[in-house]
């Protein structure tokens, strides 16, 4: 077995008896302990630990692509074999150049093979091939670079500065008979979100809501807006050319509607208003965190 192949291998088992322990085990001892039962020579050992670590400090953002490579296996139902498999090989295929610029990048195609032979290894008859078919989407996605993330190790040195700007969006909804039907826009990069608006500060709840009635209007042609509560808010980092790039939070809103008829401008920064169900928002929301923002919407509705 080569070394890199053992590595990989005490990196998954060390994350299976973390995760099957409820993440209460102290993660540098596991490390250790794994290392020193397995390893017989020193060359490789470093790159376990860079590999546990690597998974678990990015662990939000690794489950996130696996809730959108594999929608139909919530990530708490999936083996905790699989689900680890997975994680150590979406961290290798997409963080490593990230956060370790120092280690040298693995040719995704054998991270895949990689990651297929220990899911044979240590998981169930299926498990090769449901590993298999997420890590082989994540590589064609990659490969025509629609894999994007709002995470990098800049943007946290970012989020964690003075928040520059503020803004205020909805998520927009109609009762339409048994169906609950939901507005987005079209934005300047040709992504589907929720309609939005800068606002100058922390003002008074009441001009904010009034800048979102505003904005709903402009931006949906919807004249008749009541919303009801906030539901959540996103920290994000705006690349700008002006400005740089700077910290700008979001606060988000439910607001219904018993109108029919969306009219949008074809602007620059609205090209286009549609109605979508539950489905069709998850499948077409062009940003993951307002997929967050989404899922608290419907769990208030």
Known sequence: ?????????????????????HRSQKLQELIQRNIKENFGQEDDQGFVE?????????????????????????????TIVDRNVLRLGIYEMLFVKINNKEEKEVPAKVIINEAIEMAKAFGGSSSGKFING????????????????????????????????????????????????FALIKDANNKWTFAKEKIADFVEKEKTRQALSREIEEE????????????????????????????????????ETKDEKLI??????????????????????????????????????
Do not use: C
């Open 134 to 181: 997420v890590l082989g989407a994540v590589l064609i996605d990659l490969e025509n670079k629609n894999v994007k993330f709002n995470y990098n190790a800049s943007d946290e040195k970012i989020l964690k500065q003075e928040i520059k700007e503020y803004s205020v969006g909805a998520v927009v909804f109609k009762k339409d008979n048994q169906e609950i039907k």
């Open 1 to 21: 077995m080569s070394n890199r192949h053992l590595s990989r291998t005490i990196a998954m088992q060390t994350l299976y008896e973390w995760d099957f322990n």
């Open 50 to 78: 860079r590999l546990v670590k690597g998974v678990t400090k990015n662990l939000a953002e690794i489950d996130k692509v696996i809730e959108k490579y594999a929608p139909e296996w919530p990530i708490d139902k999936i």
């Open 220 to 255: 949906l042609g919807i004249k008749n807006i009541n919303i009801l509560k906030q539901i959540g808010e996103i920290d994000v980092v705006v690349h700008s050319p002006e400005k740089g790039n700077y910290h700008k939070k979001i606060f988000y809103y439910l607001a």
């Open 264 to 301: 949008s401008e074809n602007t620059t920064t609205v090209k286009d208003a549609k109605w979508f169900n539950k489905k069709e928002v998850l499948e077409n929301l062009g940003y993951e965190n307002t997929k967050e923002i989404f899922e608290k919407a419907i769990q208030n509705l």
